[in-house]
């Protein structure tokens, strides 16, 4: 076989002898491949990496403040001081909405937040302190690589110093957002005050220097190419054969309603469905494809399992920062809900921590000790 002219085949030949995938062989999976050998594809290395499998936690999103100054197009979240709908925790009101949920059975708080203009990087270590402090037991993923740069602009400290600090306050990883579109000429007329990308990707690289995990996100379907998706993948796989410390990847489609961007159409459930395959065979050392049920809805989110994901996220109890753009889904749902969605989509449900250890598995109905 001529591996220099790209077809379906010849990918099935790369993967079926652990070749990796070029830019080239990406581009020709979004923009030629027909939907449902791509799908095959996807879904067998899937099936090897996870067999059957699928992935999710229980968790509470714990979102601080929608005051921010970067105020990016692609947001609805962010507002002004001054605006209607602004709000902002205290450490007090943070730890309180959080231990509210902790009897649910939470095993992860996962804290974000905006670029508040006045929190000093003091207020961040305080929120997480003493959230660790009450509950040891239960895991802290929290505060996107734009967000720990801004922290080291507000404090004058490194990065690394910055990480160490959140670290030793009980910080255990780190989410995946901030990360858009790995272009500086996207982010400079997008979000021209985050982190640039090699910014981003060094905060990651840091982090896995220092024994924190994180995820990694791509935000699809705004002003970028098919092109700069694909690179965008390639530059996380380069990161990831350097530190191995990204565990899950998630596709996060743009929502455009109330964003400086709603002229946009919504992406389709087909772009949807082909970024996650798409994702699931150019990202060979990631791990795990996550579906983001609140951006994607559950019933694709549910498809998407067919399509190379393995991991619903988590049932998150209140998300606030996708919603501000009218996603059209539930802000939380209930673990028996997650159980039931992954078994009818003919799959093992698994609930895991947050790094990826498996607390039970539901195959008969009834949880199994892992």
């Not at 001081?81 to 902790?102: I, L, N, R, T």
């Amino acid at each position: 076989m001529n591996m220099n002219a790209i077809s379906a085949d010849s990918i099935k030949e790369k993967l079926y002898h652990g070749i990796r995938l070029t830019k080239e062989d990406g581009l020709f999976l979004y923009k030629e491949c027909d939907f449902l050998d791509l799908a095959k594809m996807a879904k067998a290395q899937k099936k090897q990496l996870s067999g059957s499998e699928v992935y999710f936690n229980v968790n509470c999103h714990i979102n601080l403040s929608n005051i921010c100054v970067s105020r990016c197009k692609f947001c609805a979240f962010g507002r002004d001081k001054e605006d209607e709908g602004a709000y902002s925790m205290s450490p007090k009101e943070a730890f309180d909405y959080g231990s509210a949920h902790v009897d649910s059975g939470i095993t992860e708080f996962h804290v974000v937040s905006a670029m508040h203009p006045d929190r000093q990087f003091s207020y961040y270590v305080d929120v997480i302190s003493r959230l660790h402090a009450a509950y040891p037991h239960i895991h802290i993923q929290g505060f996107t690589a734009v967000e720990i740069y801004y922290f080291a602009q507000i404090s004058g400290l490194s990065v690394r110093r910055v990480l160490t600090e959140l670290k030793n306050a009980g910080l255990g990883s780190l989410p995946g957002g901030g990360a858009e579109i790995l272009d500086d000429g996207i982010r400079s007329g997008l979000c021209p005050h985050k982190a640039s990308s090699q910014e981003w990707l060094d905060i990651h690289g840091t982090a896995h220097e220092l024994g924190m995990k994180t995820n990694c996100t791509m935000l699809y379907g705004h002003v970028e190419t098919i092109e700069n998706r694909v690179e965008h993948m390639m530059l996380l796989r380069e990161l990831q054969d350097q530190t191995g410390g990204f565990q899950a990847f998630i596709p996060l489609p743009f929502l455009p309603e109330n964003t400086g961007l709603s002229h946009i159409n919504r992406t389709s459930s087909l772009d949807d469905l082909r970024t996650i395959a798409v994702s699931r065979l150019m990202l060979d050392n990631i791990e795990h494809i996550k579906a983001f049920w609140i951006m994607l809805t559950l019933p694709i989110a549910q498809i998407s399992l067919d399509f190379g994901a393995d991991d619903l996220d988590g049932t998150i109890v209140e998300e606030r920062i996708m919603h501000a753009a009218n996603a059209n889904t539930e802000t939380g749902i209930s673990k028996n809900h997650m159980i039931d969605l992954i078994k009818k989509s003919g799959y093992i449900p698994c609930e895991r921590d947050t790094v990826y250890n498996i607390l039970h598995r539901y195959s008969e109905g009834i949880a199994e000790e892992a």
